[in-house]
Nanobody, 126 residues
Framework: QVQLVESGGGLVQPGGSLRLSCAAS????????ITWYRQAPGKERELVGR????????NYADSVKGRFAISRDNAKNTVYLQMNNLKPEDTAVYSC???????????????????WGQGTQVTVSS
């Protein structure tokens, strides 16, 4: 079954840290870039950051730059979002998305184009 499963969300105080995981199964996730998104109640979905298939390239939204870091362990088919110095405005449902990274990879019709996870809730509150 092709899927992404996020975990690691929860309640944390302002200034605290959390590490989210995005575990892939059912497809060759090492050929895919992973993007983290978040959506707060009543707000549009926001791109948090992205990591290339090899992990050699990352980029982040200005709102999280310097506080969040994305990494990946392709041997474990898992991508991580380390969140430090959390603020109440970081409260949202965080989701990961796998999209084809055509740099140096060959894709077949059996490879999915896009895979989304179900999301995990992060609440930053005292």
């Amino acid at each position: 079954q092709v899927q992404l499963v996020e975990s690691g969300g929860g309640l944390v105080q302002p200034g605290g840290s959390l590490r989210l995981s995005c575990a892939a199964s059912g497809f060759t996730s090492s050929k895919y870039a992973i993007t983290w998104y978040r959506q707060a109640p009543g707000k549009e979905r926001e791109l948090v950051g992205r990591i290339s298939s090899t992990g050699g390239s990352t980029n982040y939204a200005d709102s999280v730059k310097g506080r969040f870091a994305i990494s990946r362990d392709n041997a474990k088919n898992t991508v991580y979002l380390q969140m430090n110095n959390l603020k109440p405005e970081d409260t949202a449902v965080y989701s990961c998305d796998a999209s084809r990274d055509y740099s140096g990879h060959v894709f077949y019709t059996s490879d999915p184009y896009d895979v989304w996870g179900q999301g995990t809730q992060v609440t930053v509150s005292s």
